[in-house]
């Protein structure tokens, strides 16, 4: 007959070599078993606390960073799918148009110098393209070029070589298709890029934690949709990486990088984290040659398509909220609503502070607006009396006009009108630029950008005429020969005329 389970369980324990001691015993089996549960209810806590290191109070964190893709070797090689998903934005259940299946798609991490192979393949019900917003690379095919169309149920293989020596920070991708753009962006089409390197210079700061915030908002009718006619002052859902309001856990004294990048169609965010200051290091994909600091519960304006890259150290032990507060874009513009993005709580056994940077520590940049310049322009955003139609210099948007033309190597000074009673953001595709001036004050030169603010007309009592920024712009890279635009990023005025074509020319 053969042998039962128990009687060959019953042999095995008496066997020299299987338990705490030689030979077994039902004492030194209880002992085992007691162990055992002790260390599940262990593992069981650490679900709700950091039960190895902590002190026990809080909550769990829920943030999460997106996905990501790195390059190897070298390349980073990868699809991204353009295709309707069903995903959940808080309580709703929405059905959009996305990047491989999720609202927030995956971040793509590179190093200067590598090459960028990206297959878009376009099976949603639209034409759709790709651009890398901020880098400063070629705009021909099969590179960043934003005048290439890709048909529904067709793909497109760009191919994007990143310099050598190309900025270190926090970039975005996301499609650039003239009427098109707005919607598809609030859909969720947009993602983060990174061009790693930014903290080398800092050895104290290597190895902290790094977090990838992604603000987008996304408006949802009745039907679980996009509505194809959108109002950006419409009621909306802002999340952060997609989710509402998710739990951010910090110890006491810990530094954090937080990317915090505005990729949504429209929106602004006045940026307030309560109890503690964010010291900006970067700004649009460019490290700066100084820290900024933004103290505890001071507004830092993040217009449309704006990043900055900020260290963050944890407070005393407690609860802190990350928000954004209620804004409105001027007289003619619209209004947004204020919400907390994140709950912050400093838990856990406290650290020792790591020194900050300080400014010998950065990489020297070179002051642009001291510089002497080849060329000098004016440009004019404005808008009809309606507000259904934006222009750049009184003209719409037509691709197969040329509007600037500038030398390769050159420095060009623009000073950027805005005769409309609405704020609008001048960004300018491959290169970068530094703010010299708004409203006539003049800017302390901290670093370089690729998207600037430009306030409305009358927004300054005591200016008459337009708002007004002077920016000198760095068309000195050769890499940038070709065709690009400058535009309002407002998802809203781009799409309805105020973009214009540029060319770099040798």
Known sequence: MEESKAARMAERATEPGCGIGSPNSDGQIRIRVLLGLIFLLAF????????????????????????????????????????????????????????????????????????????????????????????????????????????????????????????????????????LTEFQIMSG??????????????????GIRELVMNLKDI??????????????????????????????????????????????????????????????????????????TIPPGQTFLLPVSSRIDVLVQGGPKGTYRFRTLPFNTGPVGDNYEGATLATVESRGNAVDLIPLPDPSQFPPLENLCNQPVDEERTIVF??????????????????????????????????????????????????DFQVCSINGVPQPFVGYQDTVNLPYEGQDPDLEGPGEVEIVINFRDPIIAGKFVYHCHIGEHEDNGMMAVIEAVD
């Open 382 to 431: 404005s808008e009809s009396e309606d507000g259904n139609t934006f222009f750049i210099d009184g003209k719409e948007f037509d691709p197969d006009r040329i509007d600037t033309t500038v030398s390769v190597g050159t420095l060009e000074r623009w000073t950027v009108l805005n005769a409309s009673e609405e704020l609008h953001v001048f960004h300018i595709h491959q290169t």
């Open 189 to 206: 089409m947009s993602g983060t890029l990174i061009v790693e390197g930014l903290l080398d210079p800092f050895p104290q700061l290597q």
């Open 219 to 292: 408006q949802i009718d009745s039907d679980g949709q996009v509505p194809m006619d959108i109002d950006p002052g419409a009621p909306t859902h802002i999340t952060l990486n997609g989710q509402i309001n998710p739990r951010i856990r910090i110890r006491p004294g810990e530094t954090q990088l937080w990317r915090i990048a505005n990729i949504g169609a429209d929106h602004y965010y006045p940026l307030v984290l309560e109890g503690m200051p964010m010291y900006i290091i970067a700004r649009d994909g460019n490290r700066q040659n100084q820290l900024v």
């Open 44 to 179: 069981s806590l650490s679900s709700c606390f950091d039960f190895w290191d902590d002190d026990g109070g809080g909550k769990k964190e829920t943030f999460q960073n997106p996905e990501e893709i790195s390059s190897v070797n070298g390349v980073l090689d990868t699809t991204l799918v353009v295709d309707f998903a069903e995903f959940r934005i808080g309580n709703r259940r929405v059905t959009a148009r996305v990047y491989n299946g999720s609202f927030t798609p995956p971040t793509l991490r590179v190093f200067p110098g590598d090459l960028i192979r990206i297959r878009l393949e376009n099976l949603i019900d639209q034409m759709t393209s790709l651009h890398t917003h901020g880098l400063n690379v070629s705009p021909l095919s099969p590179g960043d070029n934003i005048f290439i169309m890709i048909t529904p149920n067709s793909a497109f293989d760009y191919e994007i070589q990143l310099p050598d020596e190309h900025p270190e920070g926090t970039f975005y991708y996301h499609p650039h298709l003239y009427g």
